[in-house]
């Protein structure tokens, strides 16, 4: 099984931009991308159903033809944790019911790009925590972390856990979200490079993914 998931030092840090991005890029090059972001909270309720935002936008940049019930079939309303929100609402969900969602009709010719929920060590189900999902898709991992102070000690953190898990880093992602994270005046993308040997990229907001980049992904595709 190919593919790439996608998590974050935390949550907000942009992995769904970053996703999307990469999801377009790959599709441009006719790669069969299908997208999984099988839960989302903070879902409004748009004509009666609780309407996932991160995993439509998803599926918009792959361009699959596949339904967003089977981007992301579990949804819930309150801006919390997935486990959190999964216990509130009085039903329970497995990792193995995340894995099944994940892998569900995927065959050799498709590239699998999940999408985890909050930080690698988030609780993403009743049972499990993103690093747990990750695991048992064994997949490549994009790590997504906002290019802000802060930023070093938060992206070793979670490459630490990652290499704790054995799974391959293909990158760790410093995401300009806005204009006022381009004027911060450290350089993490250069301390991150010297204190890790991951390959570290900078994407700025609003433009498009480096060639070297999109080179380095393809190599683990």
Do not use: W
């Not at 909270?41 to 361009?63: F, R």
């Not at 994270?181 to 010297?194: C, F, P, R, V, Y």
Request: hydrophobic share 40%; aromatic share 4%; glycine share 4%.
């Amino acid at each position: 099984m190919k593919g790439l998931f996608i998590t974050g030092t935390d949550t907000n840090v942009g992995k769904t931009y970053i996703a999307c991005l990469i999801a377009a890029e790959l599709k441009s090059r006719n790669l069969n991308i299908i997208p999984r972001k099988p839960v989302e909270t903070g879902c409004e309720i748009i004509n009666d159903e609780l309407y996932p935002a991160d995993a439509s936008v998803l599926l918009k940049a792959s361009q699959s033809n596949i339904t967003l019930d089977e981007v992301c079939p579990y949804r819930y309303t309150p801006p919390i944790s997935p486990q959190l929100a999964i216990k509130r609402s009085g039903n329970s969900i497995s990792l193995d019911d995340l894995v099944s969602t994940c892998k569900k009709n995927i065959t050799e010719k498709d590239l699998l790009l999940v999408e985890g929920a909050g930080g690698f060590y988030s609780p993403i189900c009743t049972d499990a925590l993103n690093a747990d999902l990750a695991s048992r898709l064994n997949l490549p991992v994009i790590l997504v972390t906002e290019d802000r102070v802060g930023a070093v000690n938060q992206a070793l953190l979670a490459i630490n856990a990652i290499e704790k898990h054995q799974l391959k880093i293909c990158a760790v992602v410093l995401n300009s979200t806005g204009p006022e994270t381009q004027n911060n005046l450290s350089d993490n993308t250069s301390e991150i490079k010297a204190l890790t040997s991951h390959p570290v990229f900078s994407i700025s907001h609003e433009q498009p993914i480096s060639a070297n980049f999109l080179k380095h992904l393809l190599l683990y595709l």
